[in-house]
């Protein structure tokens, strides 16, 4: 994903003439490298992030009388906004290009199945001793594998006792109940949650598929700017956060569900990647749009100083978000893990 995120910002100033230098995934120093033409490609021994270097970006640079009018800072603003957004771009395409082939290829079809997920605290599940990965084999005389013919069983006996009969991992056990009542419906409520199994994929057609994919992006992006807010006012927020430790972790853990869901946390994590590098904080790609138009605004440079020191806030804020997600993942790695359901 950083590779395309970084192909973006190069393809888009080699389009408009600007000379790209250097083309690295990762941060220099480079651990290989190899000059093609004007621009040197590599691989950069710091692996969390790509770089391209493009003539110019700092206007102190010492650039050669005629490659001046090919220096980023030589160019029209709206050519070195187009350079800057591209990168976030391409990754919103690259989103779409997933979310598209999730819904057309590899939509995961689940069928349920009588195994417990989950118990209410409280509940009569709770106190009768179920416990999550419970296979319910029995309800009082019901003997079924349908989980839906269980749930209707609970239904009709609210206030009642009943009998249930589990396997606990290889164990039969034969518990007792009391069935509680559901105040809105007056209907029997055990409080436990049955599971599903992925027994294939489902494809939509092209269309539809498309339809959902747009959506998803126009929802998960609403989320995220939910998500980026939620940070400054909420403990469990910034509880969640993540690193790149995470972002391991849990797409090894969605590989195991299957290629559809893994390629929509990728599409998911894409999109992230593209909306964060758009805020308006250096040194992000936002920060770089925005002192882009405040120049044009201005009709002058903005100096260096001034660059540098709004610089340095964005890039404490950053630290001190990285060190929190290092050390949620530290804690779990420690502790619970990275589970994660479908």
């Known amino acids: 994903m950083i590779l395309i995120h970084e192909a973006g910002h190069f393809l888009a100033a080699k389009a408009f003439g600007m000379k790209a230098e250097k083309f690295y995934l990762g941060f220099p120093p480079a651990l ?25 970006m700092n206007r102190e640079e010492d650039v050669p009388a005629e490659l001046v009018p090919r220096a980023y800072y030589s160019r029209p603003v709206w050519q070195r906004v187009i350079t800057i957004s591209a990168g976030p771009v391409m990754n919103v395409v690259l989103a779409l290009l997933l979310f598209f082939v999730f819904y ?18 409280g509940s009569g599940a709770d106190h009768a001793g179920l416990k999550p990965g419970d296979k319910v084999l029995a309800i009082g005389g019901l003997k079924t594998s349908d989980p839906e013919q269980l749930r209707a069983e609970l239904r009709s006996i609210p206030d009642q006792t009943v009998g249930i009969r589990v396997d606990r991992n290889g164990q039969i056990l034969n518990l007792s109940a009391t069935v509680g009542r559901n105040q809105d419906t007056g209907e029997g409520l055990l409080g436990i949650v049955f599971g599903a199994d992925q027994v294939g994929t489902l494809s939509m057609p092209i269309g539809e598929a498309f339809r959902h994919a747009v959506s998803d ?45 893994y390629i929509r946390v990728l599409g998911f994590i894409s999109l992230q990647l593209a909306i964060l590098n758009l805020l308006p904080l250096l040194p992000l790609d936002g920060g770089h749009v925005l002192f882009n138009l405040l120049e044009k605004i201005k009709g002058s440079p903005i100096r260096r ?29 420690m502790g619970p893990g990275f589970g994660i359901n479908p």
């Open 32 to 56: 290989v490298k190899k000059q093609m033409g004007e621009t040197e490609y590599g691989v950069g021994f710091i692996p969390l992030g790509g770089y391209v270097k493009i003539m110019g």
């Open 104 to 121: 057309y290829q590899a939509v995961p079809n689940y069928q349920p199945n009588t195994t417990i997920t989950s118990v209410q605290a």
């Open 217 to 261: 992006i126009g929802f998960i992006t609403k989320e995220i700017f939910v998500a980026i807010k939620s940070l400054f006012v909420s403990e469990q927020s910034r509880q969640d956060l993540t690193s790149p430790i995470g972002i391991v972790a849990v797409s090894s853990e969605t590989l195991q569900m299957g290629w559809g869901i």
């Open 305 to 333: 100083e001034v660059f540098e020191r709004v610089s340095l806030v964005g890039l404490a804020l950053f630290g001190v978000l990285f060190i929190m997600g290092i050390s949620n993942d530290i804690q779990k790695l």
